[in-house]
């Protein structure tokens, strides 16, 4: 049973940065996607970057030159680098290995002044 651990959120202001990892329970970055997820309240939840195995890296619009996703595969560890947050940023953010059911329990992040 593979297990998803993400951590890092928190309140930071507009404009600020904030950097979210997700740990997984074994080796399985190695030979597989992953994806960053977020849901605001209302809203549909939405894939934000994603890495391949190869660690080539995609982002929607939105966030492309402000968030920058990354992989250690020694640390079983993806992360998320957010910079430059705006108030629309805010949401659960989740990590997910792209096509399965593996997903992390989120980490909130509010931007806020």
């Known amino acids: 049973q593979v297990q998803l651990v993400e951590s890092g959120g928190g309140l930071v202001q507009p404009g600020g940065s904030l950097r979210l990892s997700c740990a997984a329970s074994?080796?399985?970055?190695?030979?597989?996607?992953v994806g960053w997820y977020r849901q605001a309240p209302g809203k549909q939840r939405e894939l934000v970057a994603d890495?391949?195995?190869?660690?080539?890296?995609n982002y929607v619009d939105s966030v492309k030159g402000r968030f920058t996703i990354s992989k250690d595969n020694a640390k079983n560890t993806v992360y998320l680098q957010m910079n430059s947050l705006k108030p629309e940023d805010t949401a659960l953010y989740y990590c997910?290995?792209?096509?399965?059911?593996?997903w992390g329990q989120g980490t909130q992040v509010t931007v806020s002044s």
């Open positions: 997910n290995i792209l096509g399965s059911r593996y």
């Open positions: 890495i391949t195995r190869f660690g080539t890296t």
């Open positions: 074994g080796s399985i970055f190695r030979s597989n996607a």
